[in-house]
């Protein structure tokens, strides 16, 4: 019998192939960056699909909802959570959609080493400008031979403690369900007016 069971899982090990393990980070971002470029220079007709793929690829929405409810996301439904993800999905992708993208200047975006934890990382980085540069870090999360992004922080503020901040006013005087409509609402709203409207993709309450 042990020698039947050992032979079980030689033949289930040898069947099943290793999950690779995710590419040095600063690799990953390096490779979606020009995946990235490779979507703003073909026919902008094409670039809202292929940006919503790559942008479905690269973050992790449900990491980021998550976080952005911090402990009241054990307190809230499952279809509530997947309502949070949504929503927050369209938000993102509609603030950062609309409008004639263009690709990157990579000369002006530079990749420094990333530094690994677990299945979670840091990617550091700067944009390079006329005037101050920018720095910004990538955080990271491992998810099978990938990374993705579920924070980023610009000049060490946290795109997820401001979502945070905001949620947390918004559930003070009303629910999630309704956070959901207004971050669907708001989303829409972008996309009207272009990003026109000052504090458009920003869920106020």
Request: proline share 5%; hydrophobic share 40%; charged share 30%.
């Amino acid at each position: 019998m042990i020698r039947s069971l050992s032979l079980a899982a030689v033949l289930l090990a040898t069947a099943l192939p290793a999950r690779a393990a995710p590419p040095p980070p600063e690799k990953w971002v390096d490779q979606e960056l020009d995946v990235l470029n490779s979507v703003l220079a073909k026919d902008p007709s094409t670039h809202l699909a292929g940006l919503r793929t790559t942008f479905k690829d690269v973050i992790d929405f449900q990491s980021f909802a998550q976080h952005a409810m911090a402990e009241r996301w054990t307190t809230i439904t499952e279809k509530q959570r997947v309502g949070l993800r949504d929503a927050l999905q369209d938000l993102l992708e509609s603030r950062y959609l609309v409008g004639e993208a263009k690709p990157i200047d990579r000369k002006k975006v530079l990749i420094g080493p990333g530094s690994v934890k677990g299945d979670l990382a840091d990617v550091d980085g700067t944009v390079k400008q006329r005037e101050v540069d920018v720095k910004f870090v990538l955080k990271l999360k491992a998810a099978a031979d990938r990374w993705k992004v579920y924070d980023v922080i610009i000049d060490n503020l946290s795109l997820v403690d401001d979502y945070k901040a905001q949620f947390t006013a918004f559930l003070k005087k009303k629910s999630v369900d309704e956070l959901i409509t207004r971050l669907h609402t708001r989303a829409q709203t972008y996309r009207k007016t272009g990003g026109a409207a000052a504090g458009a993709a920003k869920p106020k309450p």
